[in-house]
């Protein structure tokens, strides 16, 4: 079989510009400078892999496996997520009400407040990034970006 000499330099480049890989960039930023924001608030320990189990939970509770299908990860390793989470107070694992062998996450009261206060840090690192290229434009790439979502979400 003959292969074709691969050109590393173009490949390199090709990965490192695509478009997904800009959206994880900025992503990646975003939650940096949000966790940022909320350790100097005092919310201590986080990191940017709990976002994963967070973003993930709602009120009324969230089973761990749900969660773990919903990232494409095992249960064991969301579950060693929650179980630093948990350590931190943030959220706590509560019966199943259709299952007792399964546990629900649910935010804590302290959960629920940096929950809150992450809404509040969402628009503290908008008004930077607009400060970066200008309001406007943020107000496109979030139009933008609903529209994709939505558009991804009804073909899903």
């Known amino acids: 079989m003959h292969t074709k000499k ?3 330099g173009k490949l390199e480049y090709l990965y490192r510009t695509n ?5 994880d960039n900025v992503s990646e930023e975003f939650h940096r400078r949000r966790r940022d924001k909320l350790q100097a608030r005092g919310y201590n320990g986080l990191k940017l892999s709990f976002h994963a189990v967070l973003s993930n939970i709602v009120f009324s509770g969230t089973r761990l496996v749900d ?3 919903i990232n494409g990860m095992t249960k064991q390793a969301i579950g060693q997520i929650a179980d630093e989470i ?3 107070g943030y959220i706590k694992r509560i019966p199943d009400a259709h299952d007792g062998r399964a546990k629900n996450l649910v935010l804590t009261e302290l959960g629920e407040q940096l929950l809150q206060d992450s809404v509040n840090m969402v628009e503290e690192v908008e ?3 607009a400060s970066l290229i200008g309001e406007e434009k943020i107000q496109q790439l979030a139009n933008i970006l609903a529209e994709l979502s939505d558009k991804i979400s009804s073909t899903g």
């Open 6 to 8: 691969i050109d590393t």
């Open 19 to 23: 478009v997904a890989r800009k959206l």
């Open 67 to 69: 969660i773990a299908e």
């Open 86 to 88: 948990e350590e931190l």
């Open 127 to 129: 008004a930077e990034f």
